[in-house]
RNA sequence: GCGAGGGUAGCCAAGCCUGGAAACGGCGGCGGACUUAAGAUCCGCUCCCGUAGGGGUCCAGGGGUUCAAAUCCCCUCCCUCGCACCA
């Protein structure tokens, strides 16, 4: 019979799904184990990169199946948010890009496109036609009836419960926090809505609030009410800043002089800022109102008072300054900025501008760069020293930027503040700045305002600024939560064990995270209809619905409140009426949870997988808080990230078209482990499949052998409860060495696969089953004479253990050619266990033998190039085996080796010889452990070559003569005999 | 910068935790068998030297520990990912 998987392929689909063979109920017998992977997001379809994810449950599940527990592996879909939204408008509007994934990346046909103008329209075609499709051309072994969408009403039930729940504990909490907003659009916008500045992120400005005297009129004020200069200083000069504590080093500050400004009361006060700051503050929740605008000129020549240190400064003209970027004034720290060290001996060496703007030069001559901090290797004043260092003389140099980058680096790690800064004194400003900014802003000195670290552009065209923005937030900060998120993770195992680091660092680091959105997909917030609660946040829980998502659809929505998820998920006694049918949900809920693995993504450690943990911890029980994690790798295509709008993807229907599911998924699983990366490569996938061929055309050698009877016998066999034929002696025929070789090899598989599958190593487990046993057979091949009956029982036997240990990987070629060999797929049998019977150290040390000795001569063969007639093969005598025996016993220490064998007299007369030796059995003994000495000291080396002539025979097309080194009618043209060794014969060759 | 993970032969990649064989596999390459031929399949070889199973040099670079280091420790260089409100 031929491979064709696509045939094959389909008949199993169907058994499968008449059968409804992976749905899961509890029946109380078996082991439940509940395997969940994220829901996928239904934005676009799903394509090679992600079949991965699906796939690695799967085999674990169909692994855990075949250990005889009961296994639930759902799915469900994520289309809370934005994104799928987002998709529709750009469809709506006919942007060519997005036309361009649907119809040629997603074949999506044109009549169609009308049906995906709606949100949930959008999500269900990519549900259907690709997900659930692709999954099940897969082979996934899911329970269909408990899909869902984080849209459907009932779920949103389940998450008002939860978010409610979280509110009467204290965990929600509203605030302000810092939005991206599309100016145009008057909305805050996504990543995705971007056109530019993806990665911008936002900057946290400090403004250092100098007090000033500032109006239109310059100098008409001591004109026109004869006032001095002491008048108090009731204007704002909010100097914006990243590195608030260098402002005791402030000697002047920077106006751009032809740059608009205003005077403007914003909140209670007074404030000169930029004509373009003033949109940027009002959407930072600031009343603001422009009094008077103003050029740069009327700020120019102006003195501001130092808040801190009291000191006047005056302000200078710079064209550097970037009137749009925070409030557009700047103050200057010549000891420790290089672009201000510069821009000072610029404006000192340039009298005539400052005589325009109405300053002295004698007062510019008079300014001195004031440090504030000491840093190793940068003299008194660093800026000084770093521009000199690097021979910079312009503000226009290149070079500028990096000396910057340097200097700041090395003052925020090194530098230790001066005296001067009082409690902050002597500590390094990475350990002094937040503490320093908050102290100040307490007292009113220092105020804030964000900014992005780009400029950001949103789709529509429109600019997009920072805006402060009411919300909601989970608090991740709270310590007790936090405890219990640390506990959660002490009870988990993480796959691989060193991502446990990141969680733990993850805990501690989460911040509050805004839980909710203006618009998107989902669930709104339960007291706040204007808002939705966000995707990362309705997705920590939801692996509890799924426990009961297929009966949950028998109740009304309505009827789903708050009191009904407590019955369900907190008993009886949680509420006062309890509804019987929660309670009765409640028992399947119980058998099910906790969830046994959670198999994610690497790229959701930092949240989603913490997220999971934090609610799980606070929501549920300690018995209810998942049991393992195992991350997975991203896939490569063709060594390239995979990237939909590039149409750079493989679909998998067009994968499983060409070469078959079980390629895919052998593929998948084996060509690397699942935390790691794959690159998904044609030609590698093509000789997967020219494998996978290979290996069903030799089963079907095996399939064919005309040993009927034997099958009977082993049917009957069955019938009277022996659980394995394997180990039935009445139905096997005889064994010879060879075959116990092959045998013993195959336990030590079972083992090494098991080990393997239980860690999650698919790739490890697949290697093992799959081409490390091919090598074995290889070997076998070479050695066995096929045709005897005992040969062929061994070669079936190892076929049925390899098909149901290959049933998870590939159910189907292996339900198919087990169904072929025994009458029953591999999925309704057992995974198999090592029979110690068939275990045999020694079996394989003598079959060691034989494979060196024959490497020996091939290599004298290949040096030599001759091509011998007569091989004669030499056994170490049997004092040399005594010498091993002495090494055994005495240990590795050559002296006392020595020691010992040198009392025996006739050794003694051996000399340098025996001296050799003990230096090569030394050696030899210090590199295995006792096992293996032991079943290496029960070899009996002469009957081991003797008993494989037959194959040395043809295996060189020579006769093969074994002797025994001390036998004195040994044949021995050139004295080779004498250079054996135990475990090592003398060969001879002609 | 902070956190995590890496650097192994032409390429991909195992081994590293638990030190002990020039280092599993695969791809590619070379040679051979089968075939009318091609393909598929099978068998060798594929760091350097070698007409006797040997020798030499190797696992980013440099030190160290050890009888013994790809593996353990220290330093340096290089690469990838994450650093949030985005699914």
């Known amino acids: 019979m031929d491979y064709e998987p696509q045939k094959l392929e389909a008949r199993w689909r169907d058994r499968w799904a008449e059968a409804g063979r992976y749905e899961a109920d509890p029946d109380g017998e078996a082991e439940p184990t509940f395997i969940t992977v994220p829901y996928p997001y239904p934005s676009g379809g799903m394509h090679i990169g992600h079949c991965r994810t699906y796939t690695v449950p799967d085999v674990y599940a169909r692994y855990r199946r075949l250990q005889g527990d009961e296994v639930l592996f759902p799915i469900a879909w994520h289309v809370t948010g934005t994104p799928i939204i987002g998709a529709v408008e750009r469809l709506k509007k006919g942007e060519e890009d997005q036309l361009s994934v649907l119809r040629d990346t997603y074949n999506v046909p044109e009549d169609t496109l009308e049906d995906l103008e709606t949100p949930m329209g959008f999500a269900r075609y ?50 302000l926090h810092p939005v991206k907003f599309c100016t145009d659009e008057e909305n805050p916008v996504t990543t995705h809505d971007l056109l530019e500045g993806e990665e911008a992120e936002f900057q946290e400005y400090t403004l250092v609030k100098f007090e000033a005297d500032i109006d239109g009129e310059r100098g008409a004020r001591s004109a026109s009410d004869g006032s001095s200069g002491d008048e108090p200083r009731d204007v704002i000069a909010p100097m914006a800043t990243l590195r608030p504590e260098t402002v005791r080093g402030v000697t002047n500050a920077y106006a751009h002089p032809d740059g608009e400004y205003v005077r403007a009361t914003v909140d209670d006060e007074t404030w000169i800022v930029s004509s373009a700051a003033v949109e940027k503050l009002r959407l930072q929740e600031r009343e603001i109102e422009i009094d008077e605008e103003l050029t740069g000129a009327d700020l120019i020549g102006e003195t501001v008072t130092n808040p801190i240190t009291g000191d006047e400064v005056v302000i200078l003209p710079a064209t550097f300054v970037d009137t749009d970027n925070a409030t557009g004034v700047v103050m200057s720290v010549p000891a420790h900025s290089p672009d201000d060290y510069l821009a000072l001996q610029e404006a000192k060496a340039d009298d005539e501008r400052m005589r325009e703007y109405g300053i002295d030069p004698a007062d510019v001559a008079d300014i001195e760069p004031i440090p504030i901090l000491d840093i190793e290797g940068y003299g008194d004043v660093p800026a000084k020293t770093a521009v000199e260092d690097a021979g910079i003389e312009s503000s226009d140099d290149p070079d500028l930027e990096d000396v910057t980058a340097d200097l700041y680096q090395a003052e925020f790690h090194q530098g230790i503040m001066h005296d001067d800064y009082g409690e902050f004194a002597g500590m390094t400003v990475e350990n002094v700045r937040e503490e320093f900014r908050a102290h100040y802003q307490d007292e009113g000195a220092f105020d804030e305002m964000y900014e992005f670290t780009e400029d950001v552009v949103c789709r529509c065209g429109g600019d997009v600024e920072v805006a402060k923005q009411d919300t909601w937030f989970l608090r991740y900060n709270d310590a007790e939560w936090k405890r219990k998120a640390h506990q959660v993770l002490d009870g988990i195992d993480t796959i691989p064990e060193n991502t446990r680091d990141q969680y733990d660092h993850t805990i501690d680091w989460l911040n509050e995270w805004p839980c909710i959105r203006n618009y998107g997909l989902g669930t709104r917030l339960p007291w706040d209809e204007d808002f939705v609660i966000e995707p990362l946040s309705d997705s920590t829980i939801y692996m509890s619905y799924y426990t009961v998502a297929h009966r949950l659809d028998e109740i009304p929505p309505e009827d789903l409140d708050p009191d009904f998820f407590d019955a369900l998920f907190y008993g009886e006694d949680a509420v006062d009426d309890p509804d019987e049918r929660a309670l009765e949900l409640r028992e399947e809920w119980n058998h099910w949870y906790p969830v046994d693995w959670r198999c994610s993504g690497n790229d959701l450690i930092n949240n989603h997988l913490t997220f999971f943990q934090f609610h799980h911890g606070e929501l549920f029980d300690e018995s209810e808080w998942p049991q393992g994690i195992t991350i997975m790798g991203m896939g490569l295509l063709e060594g390239e990230a995979m990237s939909s709008s590039k149409g750079h993807v493989v679909l998998p229907s067009k994968a499983i078209d060409e070469y078959g599911a079980d390629t895919v998924r052998f593929f998948l699983l084996n060509s690397a482990e699942p935390w790691q990366d794959y690159d998904w490569r044609d030609d590698l996938v093509g000789s997967t499949r020219d494998q996978l061929e290979r290996f069903w055309s030799r089963a079907q050698a095996v399939i064919d052998y005309d040993i009927e009877e034997m099958v ?49 190593e698919t790739r490890t487990a697949s290697q093992a089953i799959f081409y490390s046993f091919e090598e074995h057979l290889k070997w076998y091949r070479r050695r066995a004479d096929l045709d005897r009956e005992g040969a062929q029982w061994t070669l079936r ?188 014969p003398a060969i001879h060759l002609e």
């Open 712 to 760: 009977e016998i082993t049917l009957e066999a069955e019938g009277e409860e022996t659980t394995d034929v394997a180990i039935d002696e009445d139905a096997r025929p005889d064994l010879e060495h060879v075959d116990r070789w092959l045998l013993s090899k195959l336990q030590g598989t079972i083992r090494e696969a098991t080990e393997a599958m239980d860690g999650f």
């Open 126 to 175: 990519f549900i259907e036609n690709h997900y659930k499709s692709g999954m099940k051309q897969l082979g996934l072994s899911i329970d269909w009836r408990r899909e869902f969408t984080t849209n459907d009403d009932r779920y949103s039930k389940f998450i008002t419960w939860q978010y409610e729940t979280l509110k009467e504990r204290g965990l929600l909490e509203k605030g």
């Open 797 to 984: 036997e190892v076929l049925r253990t390899r098909l149901r240990l290959l049933a998870p990987f590939v159910p189907f070629m292996a339900n198919e050619l087990h169904e072929e060999l025994t009458g029953e797929p591999a999925e309704d049998a057992d995974w198999p266990e090592p029979a110690p019977e068939f275990e045999d150290e020694t079996v394989e040390r003598r079959e060691r033998l034989v494979e060196s000795v024959t490497d020996d001569i091939h290599d004298i063969v290949d040096v030599t190039g001759t091509d011998p007639d007569t091989v004669r093969v030499y056994v170490a005598a049997d004092w040399k085996r005594d010498v091993f025996e002495t090494v055994r016993e005495t240990g590795t220490d050559v002296g006392a080796v020595m020691g010992q064998v040198m009392e025996d007299p006739e050794l003694r007369e051996k000399g340098d010889a025996v001296n050799d030796l003990v230096q090569d059995l030394v050696e030899l003994v210090r590199e295995r452990d006792d096992d293996e000495l032991a079943a290496m000291a029960d070899v009996d080396e002469q009957a081991v070559y003797a008993d494989a002539e037959a194959f040395l025979e043809s295996e060189f097309d020579a006769t093969v003569e074994v002797y025994d080194e001390s036998d004195p009618d040994a044949v021995d043209p050139d004295g080779k005999a004498d250079s054996a060794v135990p475990f090592r």
